[in-house]
């Protein structure tokens, strides 16, 4: 099986999809990216990203409606899943990334460190 292409969305890229991207790059083999949907985000959500993705983590709610309003049609067939983790904690922390790893390993299977 080849590996899964992993998206974290949140709304600036700076700290929760931006942790996300750091702490699983290359685990498991997976590719992983990180975007934003507001307007300055690091690095904006595009419709290129959501094509590349296999599967597509958003942080909040928020998140998974500003993705289906503005790329509908490259969003056929992903899945989309809300890890409900609000914009509480700054890049790396403890309490982020422990949600993050308990988020995510419900739906994929991570080698333990």
């Given at each position: 099986m080849r590996n899964v292409r992993l998206l974290f969305i949140c709304?600036?890229?700076?700290?929760?999809s931006l942790t996300a991207e750091t702490i699983f790059q290359g685990v498991g083999g997976h590719e992983v990216?990180?975007?934003g949907t507001e307007a300055q985000a690091r690095i904006k959500v595009t419709a290129g990203h959501i094509g590349w993705a296999d599967l597509i983590f958003a942080m909040e709610k928020k998140h998974?409606?500003?993705?289906?309003?503005?790329?509908?049609?490259?969003?056929?067939?992903k899945r989309l899943i809300c890890l409900h983790i609000p914009d509480d904690f700054e890049y790396m922390n403890e309490d982020l990334?422990?949600?993050?790893?308990?988020g995510i390993g419900m739906h994929l299977s991570l080698p333990e460190e």
């Open positions: 709304s600036r890229n700076k700290w929760r990216r990180s975007a998974i409606r500003r993705l289906q309003e503005k790329f509908a049609s490259e969003l056929a067939g990334i422990g949600l993050l790893q308990s």
